[in-house]
């Protein structure tokens, strides 16, 4: 029904009504339902007329009409005035009843999403999202979902409310909205890249509604970089140990570096506790320089256990690195012990061999009360040797009882033994052991004992007395190398590593901790020996101790030394070179630091010896196990 308006507003007409219900929307048009409310005072089954100020059609069954946004946002202006007038049955005259201006109400669901996040952040870097999901109409928004695809480099780490990952999409049921409401998700996430981040939101309804929010952020290259190597299994029960490289790769000094370690249920640091572990690193590291430290870690649990190192320093520069184990089940073998004895090749009379005994559990069931026997031959006498030894002087013999030896476990006993006479055949040292489980086995080694030295000492007989001199004149006796601290068995060398110089043979390191276990705040002397096993000469040789782990820090350096300290830390240790190394010779003197331990756990030393034959290094490792006690 349809009119025009006419030149003049009728009087006494009724006014008619127009409420306007939104049903569908899809883009920028609308589907939507009117409905004509007739005047209270027009009783049922009265004829009706209607005029309206604009010309409309309207289908005659629903009052459907398609809108665009434009005619919604102008639904006054479109429809402005309606009237009705009543016509009486039969053929009475009209009667006017009133007149008046249509209303109209225009009521639908909203939807808008508003994205907040960290602007600026500099290396690999923690990003903050929020994200606010809101209905800003007036009905229900049916079925809100808030989908995010990470952009490359972006890593979601954990969100509020937790989402679901579809393949690389992240997804939040959010439910339905009543008007004016919002919703909020809250994300961390974390960025690897540099450059500009763009990270949108995208918000959609079952009603067909659609919003997106959007935040950019500028990531700033790091100055610091992050390296980590550790074993790819471990049997559960043993330790994993994890190296870890922290390098200034920046043109600026960095200070204040702290790292922060985060592992998971699987993995059991020696401090206790589940995490994250957070200390300090160093005060300051400068362009290039490279920061090296250990993390150890007890496998408790079978399967693939990870833990994540952060570094960060003042400035925001972070640098992280993840590290993995698996854990598989111990296989268990019956205990087998293997001894081996190291010492220098050939020696003069009067001087001093030291030599180390190693014993080894290779199996994984442990060996109980085990007996180590080390006997040696005429034209040596003992001097020292490792605490808890059992002396039998008159057949040349020391013994160490050992009540349990883990699989797995090593142990090392030193001695220093004061060269005699000359012994062209060699003065043997040999090295027996055997346990309750296992039957004795042995090792041997000869030191061929040349004539002293013009100057030194006369040799001995085993007796203590003097022998004839072999040359002219008389010298003091020889010095005895200061007895070793009183403590428990050294912890053990790894086998020294190095490529062989130009000649046969290579330098040689032993050392040994005299004092291991010892308590938190306590103390040990790791002794260090250093023989040139080559034919000919070595000169520059030059010995430095480096502290692997942060359970350990070197106190001073005890005693006489072969050489002066170069520099000291309560990370390192460096002499100054020895001018030269005689072909066969090792130091009548050993190399002594003392190491304090700061933390319960096993902690590693490492000690490299360099030489112009050498310029490469030899090196080796000690265990020193803190808290044992």
């Known amino acids: 029904?349809?009119?025009?308006?006419?030149?003049?507003?009728?009087?006494?007409?009724?006014?008619?009504?127009?409420?306007?219900?939104?049903?569908?929307?899809?883009?920028?048009?609308?589907?939507?339902?009117?409905?004509?409310?007739?005047?209270?005072?027009?009783?049922?089954?009265?004829?009706?007329?209607?005029?309206?100020?604009?010309?409309?059609?309207f289908p005659s069954d629903r009052y459907n009409h398609r809108l665009t946004q434009e005619s919604v946002n102008n639904a006054a202006r479109l429809f402005g005035k309606c009237w009705v007038r009543l016509l009486q049955r039969?053929?009475?005259?009209?009667?006017?009843?009133?007149?008046?201006?249509?209303?109209?109400?225009?009521?639908?669901?909203?939807?808008?999403?508003?994205?907040?996040?960290?602007?600026?952040?500099?290396?690999?870097?923690?990003?903050?999202?929020?994200?606010?999901?809101?209905?800003?109409?007036?009905?229900?928004?049916?079925g809100v979902t808030l989908s995010f695809t990470p952009p490359a480099g972006v890593t979601v780490l954990n969100s509020t409310p937790s989402g679901q990952l579809f393949g690389q999409r992240w997804v939040w049921s959010l439910g339905d909205l009543p008007p004016g409401t919002t919703a909020v998700v809250e994300i961390n996430a974390r960025a690897a890249v540099a450059g500009s981040i763009r990270s949108t939101f995208v918000a959609t309804s079952s009603d067909n509604l659609k919003a997106e929010g959007s935040v950019t952020t500028e990531v700033q290259p790091s100055g610091l970089?992050?390296?980590?190597?550790?074993?790819?299994t471990v049997e559960v029960g043993r330790e994993a140990r994890f190296l870890i490289d922290v390098t200034n790769i920046g043109s600026r000094t960095l200070t204040n570096l702290t790292a922060s370690d985060t592992f998971d249920a699987g993995l059991t640091h020696s401090e206790g506790g589940r995490g994250p572990l957070v200390r300090p690193l160093v005060p300051a590291l400068e362009p290039g320089q490279t920061h090296r430290f250990a993390i150890t870690f007890t496998v408790t649990q079978p399967g693939l256990q990870c833990h994540r190192l952060d570094v960060t320093a003042d400035g925001g520069h972070v640098a992280s690195a993840r590290g993995c184990v698996t854990g598989v089940a111990p296989v268990v073998t019956p205990a087998r012990l293997a001894v081996k004895v190291s010492g220098?090749?050939?020696?003069?009379?009067?001087e001093v061999a030291s030599y180390t005994v190693e014993v080894v559990n290779e199996g994984s069931a442990p060996a109980t009360n085990v007996v180590l026997s080390v006997t040696w031959g005429v034209n040596l006498e003992l001097l020292e040797a490792t605490r808890g030894h059992e002396d039998d002087l008159a057949r040349l013999t020391t013994r160490w009882r050992i009540a349990r030896l883990e699989g797995g476990e090593r142990i090392v006993r030193q001695l220093n033994c004061l060269c005699l006479n000359?012994?062209?055949?060699?003065?043997?040292?040999?090295?027996?052991?055997?346990?309750?489980?296992?039957?004795?086995?042995?090792?041997?080694?000869?030191?061929?004992?040349?004539?002293?030295?013009?100057?030194?000492?006369?040799?001995?007989?085993?007796?203590?007395?003097?022998?004839?001199?072999?040359?002219?004149?008389?010298?003091?006796?020889?010095?005895?190398?200061?007895?070793?601290?009183?403590?428990a068995q050294p912890s053990f060398p790894t086998a020294p590593s190095g490529t062989a110089g130009p000649a046969a043979g290579n330098l040689a390191l032993r050392a040994a901790a005299l004092a291991d276990p010892i308590r938190v705040d306590?103390?040990?002397?790791?002794?260090?020996?250093?023989?040139?096993?080559?034919?000919?000469?070595?000169?520059?040789?030059?010995?430095?101790?480096?502290?692997?782990?942060?359970?350990?820090?070197?106190?001073?350096?005890p005693g006489t030394t072969p050489s002066p300290v170069a520099a000291i830390s309560n990370q390192a240790v460096d002499f100054q070179p020895l001018r030269e190394l005689r072909p066969g010779e090792q130091l009548s003197t050993p190399y002594r630091v003392e190491v304090k331990g700061t933390r319960p756990g096993r902690h590693r030393l490492s000690v490299t010896a360099t030489s112009s034959l050498t310029p490469g290094g030899v090196s080796t490792e000690l265990t020193v196990t803190v808290g044992g006690l």
């Open 422 to 487: 000359p012994d062209e055949q060699g003065a043997t040292v040999r090295a027996t052991v055997s346990s309750q489980q296992t039957p004795s086995v042995s090792d041997s080694m000869q030191t061929v004992i040349g004539p002293p030295a013009t100057g030194t000492a006369p040799p001995r007989s085993a007796g203590g007395q003097a022998a004839a001199p072999t040359g002219p004149g008389s010298t003091a006796p020889p010095t005895t190398p200061t007895p070793p601290p009183q403590g």
């Open 344 to 350: 220098p090749p050939s020696r003069r009379a009067g």
């Open 1 to 57: 029904m349809h009119s025009s308006l006419p030149q003049e507003i009728p009087s006494r007409w009724e006014v008619c009504t127009f409420i306007v219900h939104c049903t569908e929307v899809s883009g920028e048009a609308s589907r939507c339902t009117f409905t004509m409310f007739m005047p209270c005072n027009l009783s049922e089954g009265s004829r009706y007329s209607f005029l309206f100020s604009r010309r409309l059609e």
């Open 225 to 232: 970089s992050v390296k980590m190597s550790g074993p790819d």
């Open 90 to 142: 039969g053929d009475l005259p009209q009667m006017v009843v009133g007149q008046g201006s249509a209303s109209i109400h225009w009521t639908s669901p909203g939807l808008t999403v508003r994205a907040l996040g960290t602007s600026r952040l500099t290396g690999e870097g923690a990003l903050a999202y929020r994200v606010e999901v809101s209905n800003s109409g007036d009905q229900v928004t049916r």
């Open 522 to 557: 306590g103390t040990t002397t790791i002794v260090i020996a250093l023989s040139n096993d080559r034919s000919v000469p070595d000169r520059d040789v030059a010995l430095s101790v480096q502290v692997l782990d942060d359970g350990l820090v070197l106190t001073r350096v």
